[in-house]
């Protein structure tokens, strides 16, 4: 059933960058109804200016103040959504806040069966790699949404758009094909993502990042490549026999690196007179970058072996400690990704997608290929002897999505698809699994802080792992 009267619950850089230039069209074409922004009385103001600028505005502006994550959403700000919702103003939700408080909006939705589309991660709990029993959380907190979706008329979609991206579903339906035809498992996957993203010593507290919560890459851009990795493994369930258990291990590189890597460089960089101060300490703030190597059995046997490198302190075009008036998309971030996938002797799929400048940059743009912003390619390799077709075909997705952008055109689609009622294959229960790694990810970082468990290990398929998705 189609969602028309939506609520935008915060309003900060993604939001304003993603959700409402769309929203915006949408309602002006009569598609949808824009009924409420939600946002923190402390951002009030550039709220306020940001939708001066716009053609269409929400019909009410809420604003409400920040409270403890484990606390409930004010009474205040209660009051006013039940007003809308009793108003018949109210069928849908787009949550987009810090994600510490995902958990409260959520819940109040499902509970008033309000349909959500909410922004990864589902969950996340400050300082998650501090204690086995917080990292624990993250996997408690998704089961807690779970049982409150299943017991609600509503619909809980997650904004992970490598689900409904081109190039990704190409794969994923070219593995179910082959794999269905061969019975060969997947037996290698490398994922790669780097952001792009410099920190100066000052800038650990900003707003627009986890780090000083406690978590870093994993809960930021990185939940997009653990999500991509255990739902392209779905396709070897297709061969026998079935993986049953993963393990893993990894190993971390935080601020605290970050600032010994570059301490005495930035007077050679800038300039003895813009030497960035730091904050005063990073010693408990999130990861950075992570690796991770790991292993899917099945009982004793390898199947597949699992490379994941998620990387902030990365190739960047960031030049300068001044701070940027975007922070999100506009402090030198570049984005390289790469996948490498084996099918044993039989097939090779890889993705390359490189850029050389950011996305805000206006400067005149690269022809497509590696450094257009838009870079998008998937490689096939077959051995076309043994299983027929083409030895090498290269497919140019970034090419044929201009001029919107790949990555833009898998996050519209699968709005679009929310607020349609069309499924989405990036519904709650599809990120079951992924969910349940992280949490297991971020048990195995903090007993590597305390020497107290150096491997992971969690179910790879059945009931706790199970993921619903088949495209």
Known sequence: MPIRH???????????????????????QGRVHLSAAVDLHSNSQAVRGYLAQRRVAPDR????????????????L??????????????????????????????WALENGVHVLLDKPITAPASAASAAEIAQTLWSGFEDIARALAASPARLVVQAQRRMHAGYCFIQRYLEDFIGEYGVPVSFLDVYHADGMWVMPGEWDR?????KHGTGKLLHSGYHFVDLCSWLLESSSRARPVPSELEFQVQTFEPKDFLALLDGRYERL?????????????????????TLMGRVLTGEAVQTLV??????????????????????????????????????????LQVHSYQSY????????????????????????????AVGGTPFEKLEFGKAAQPHGHNEQARLALLEAFLDGRPSGSELEDHRRTNLWLSRIYQVIHGQRTGAQATGRMPWSGPTARSTHNP
């Open 358 to 385: 950011e996305t805000r940059d206006s400067r005149t743009p690269l022809p497509y290929g590696p450094g257009h912003l838009d870079h998008f390619d998937v490689h096939v390799f077959r051995n076309a002897d």
């Open 270 to 290: 800038f300039g003895p007179e813009q030497v960035p101060t730091p904050v005063p300490s990073v010693a408990h703030y999130g990861e950075m970058d992570l």
């Open 6 to 28: 939506v609520a935008l619950i915060g309003l900060g850089w993604h939001a304003r960058r993603v959700y409402y230039p769309w929203l915006e069209e949408a309602a002006l």
């Open 207 to 211: 707003e627009h990042h986890p780090y």
């Open 307 to 348: 490379s994941l490198q998620l990387l902030q302190n990365s190739f960047s075009r960031r030049a300068s400690p001044a701070p940027a008036a975007d922070p999100y998309k506009g402090a030198g971030r570049v984005r390289h990704e790469r996948m490498n996938l084996q099918v044993g002797p039989l097939l090779n």
């Open 61 to 76: 502006l809420l604003f409400t103040e920040p409270t403890q994550p484990s606390a409930p959403l004010p009474e205040e």
């Open 78 to 107: 209660l009051g006013q959504l039940a007003e809308l919702r009793a108003a018949g103003q109210l069928d849908g939700v787009i949550i987009s806040t810090e994600p510490r408080a995902h958990h409260r909006y959520v819940m």
